[in-house]
């Protein structure tokens, strides 16, 4: 049997119900964000879904130095608080050096390593011993048995709060695809496994000066995850992607929303009623 994060009332893993991981890849301004934040906990609280609202603060990783990154530690972690506060949600955000760990720990329920910074040993370690749970986005570069050396690294400190996250592994160039084995190779290592569905569909760098998508495929690939046994899917949704200043080809616009997780949460159940579920 493997471990089942807490987060608060929220469980992830094992037999636990399907978790939701989502939010706009950025935050823009606080009124869209608080606009979506507050779609998804009311289509959650509907459906009957635990939700974990997730929006970056920076995004370190754009493709272009020109490209959008977010208003900033201390500006997007006061929207995150306040979104927190007034709406009652539980906040992931990634966080991508050691100087912003402290203060991000303050206010965020999930730390996230970033994809790219999977390897990078201090920032882990340090990140780790904040004590909250971690949320390890697995690199494109990753094989998903290596996973198990980025797992030890947390486990190191005392903190076995841990998800791994699948987002796609590069093939060949501007290109990601899925190997569904790698949720069950994961899960293998005892810990709850999460399926990025939007980033799986991510063209990285394909539109030249940022990264392109194909977001009519992520709801197949979601369905799929759920089917093979993932814990929880992540969403990255905007209110109009077309115009999102982050990750728009790949985001999912909210109000396409309701169907989908309603197919995710009856095939997660019918899992679990046959005793599949991880």
């Known amino acids: 049997m493997g471990n089942i994060v807490k987060v608060d009332d929220i469980l992830i893993g094992q037999a636990s119900p399907l978790v939701l991981i989502s939010g706009p890849c950025v935050i823009e301004d606080y ?8 779609y998804l906990k009311e289509l959650t609280r509907q459906l009957d879904i635990p939700l974990i609202f997730k929006a970056s603060y920076d995004k ?27 709406l009652g949600l539980k906040i992931l955000s990634d966080v991508h050096s050691i100087n912003e760990v402290s203060r991000a720990a303050d206010i965020l329920d999930i730390i996230q390593i970033p994809a790219l910074l999977c390897r990078q040993t201090d920032f882990i370690l340090e990140v780790s011993r904040t004590g909250k749970p971690v949320n390890i986005k697995k690199g494109q570069f990753l094989a998903p048995w290596d996973i198990a050396n980025v797992v030890e690294k947390v486990v190191s400190t005392g903190n076995r709060q841990i998800m791994i996250t699948e987002r796609g592994t590069m093939f060949g160039y501007n290109n990601l695809v899925v190997d569904f084995r790698g949720l069950k190779i994961m899960q293998d290592t005892g810990w709850p496994v999460i399926f990025d569905a939007t980033h799986s569909v991510q063209l990285p760098g394909g539109a030249g000066t940022s990264s392109g998508g194909q977001r009519e495929f992520a709801p197949v690939l979601a369905r799929a995850a759920v089917a093979a046994g993932a814990d929880g899917i992540f969403l990255e949704v905007h209110t109009d992607p077309d115009r999102a200043l982050c990750d728009g080809p790949n985001s999912l616009k909210i109000d396409s929303l309701k169907g989908l997780l309603l197919q995710l949460k009856a095939i997660r159940e019918a899992l679990s009623f046959t005793g599949q579920s991880s």
Do not use: H, M, V
């Open 60 to 86: 370190a990783n754009r493709t272009s130095i020109n490209s959008y990154r977010g208003p900033g530690l201390i500006d997007g972690l006061k929207i995150l608080e306040n979104i927190k506060k007034d």
């Open 31 to 38: 009124d869209t964000t608080f606009e979506i934040a507050s």
